[in-house]
């Protein structure tokens, strides 16, 4: 039983790590920084929240603070990545050449300059 | 009156679960320091915490929230699985834009959780909120009409957010 575990906890971090490189790979390649970002919050979330997972199961002690640590990555990780995709946007850095579509653009929202 | 003690005892358990979570232990003086610090914060700050108070424990929205966290762990899965496809492929498949669509969630933490789970789920990063109308940047546009990228997108998503977020 106790080797399951442990075989599953390793396993669990072995796939966070994996895709956390998956998602580096995607932020090196990529070519703007909404593509890049797009990489960077999807493996990242996964990515950390497998690892902990694993950690915890590794280490049944830390499993509830495991737990309110998945929850909080959870619940900022996206936030932060649509603060810098906003800001980025505001600040005027342009989409790839390759991209086919901005409906951002003749909106007012999006325009940088603003308070908000 | 009475909303306001809702308001107060869900922040209080709230804080309290964060509580037990972290400190790992029922040991009753821990415990006892908890449920004070608990209840001392949440009377300072239970206004700003919370609208619903107490109705948010309803038994029909934890359903709804426990559907949800596993349809929305495997909509994470994909998620990964297709940034590792376009990462790793060597023509990097990409066809990313700005589409525009409209949200059926009216509440300002309904719209934060449509949002933070289009940023999480394939291909999709929320740009921009403006109103109802939400700005997503997709690493691989299917279709820049409206009615379309509303039922592809946040679709997705809204029929039990908005069971749990009415």
């Given at each position: 039983?106790?080797?399951?575990?442990?075989?599953v906890?390793?396993t669990?971090?072995?796939?966070?790590?994996?895709?956390?490189?998956?998602?580096?790979?995607?932020?090196?390649?990529?070519?703007?920084?909404?593509n890049?970002?797009?990489?960077?919050t999807k493996s990242?979330?996964?990515?950390?929240?497998?690892l902990?997972?694993?950690?915890?199961?590794?280490?049944?002690?830390?499993?509830?603070?495991?737990?309110?640590?998945m929850?909080?990555?959870?619940?900022?990780n996206?936030v932060?990545?649509?603060a810098?995709?906003?800001a980025?946007?505001k600040s005027?850095?342009?989409?790839?050449?390759?991209?086919?579509?901005?409906?951002?653009?003749?909106?007012?929202?999006?325009k940088?300059?603003g308070?908000? | 009156?009475?909303h306001?003690?809702?308001?107060?005892?869900?922040?209080a358990?709230?804080?309290?679960?964060?509580?037990?979570?972290f400190?790992?232990?029922?040991d009753?003086?821990e415990?006892a320091?908890g449920?004070?610090?608990?209840?001392?914060?949440?009377?300072?700050?239970?206004?700003?915490f919370?609208?619903?108070?107490?109705q948010?424990?309803?038994?029909?929205?934890?359903?709804c929230?426990?559907?949800y966290?596993?349809?929305?762990?495997?909509?994470?899965?994909?998620?990964?699985?297709?940034v590792?496809?376009r990462?790793?492929?060597?023509?990097?498949p990409?066809?990313?834009?700005?589409?525009?669509v409209?949200?059926?969630?009216?509440s300002?933490?309904?719209?934060m959780?449509?949002?933070?789970?289009?940023?999480l789920?394939?291909?999709?990063?929320t740009?921009e909120?403006?109103?109802?109308?939400l700005?997503?940047?997709?690493?691989?546009?299917?279709?820049?009409d409206p009615?379309?990228?509303?039922?592809l997108?946040p679709?997705?998503?809204?029929p039990?957010?908005k069971r749990?977020?009415?």
């Open positions: 039983m106790n080797l399951l575990l442990q075989g906890a390793g669990l971090i072995l796939i966070g790590s994996l895709f956390l490189f998956l998602g580096a790979l995607g932020v090196y390649r990529f070519p703007d920084v909404y890049r970002l797009q990489a960077g990242t979330t996964l990515g950390a929240l497998s902990i997972l694993g950690v915890g199961l590794a280490e049944p002690a830390w499993l509830p603070k495991a737990l309110v640590l929850l909080f990555i959870l619940l900022t996206p932060s990545s649509h810098i995709g906003r980025s946007y005027g850095y342009p989409l790839w050449e390759g991209s086919i579509v901005d409906h951002c653009q003749e909106h007012d929202a999006c940088g300059g308070e908000a | 009156m009475a306001r003690i809702g308001q107060f005892l869900f922040t358990l709230v804080l309290f679960g964060l509580w037990l979570l400190t790992g232990t029922l009753p003086q415990t320091v449920a004070l610090l608990a209840a001392g914060i949440a009377l300072f700050t239970h206004r700003r919370t609208r619903g108070g107490l948010n424990l309803a038994p029909g929205r934890l359903l929230l426990l559907a966290l596993p349809f929305f762990t495997w909509q994470m899965i994909k998620a990964n699985l297709d590792a496809y990462a790793l492929h060597p023509r990097m990409l066809n990313p834009g700005i589409v525009r409209k949200t059926r969630m009216t300002d933490i309904g719209k959780a449509v949002a933070n789970s289009i940023t789920t394939p291909g999709t990063l740009l909120v403006d109103d109802d109308t700005y997503i940047h997709w690493i691989d546009v299917r279709s820049t009615e379309e990228a509303r039922r997108i679709g997705v998503f809204e039990c957010l749990i977020f009415p």
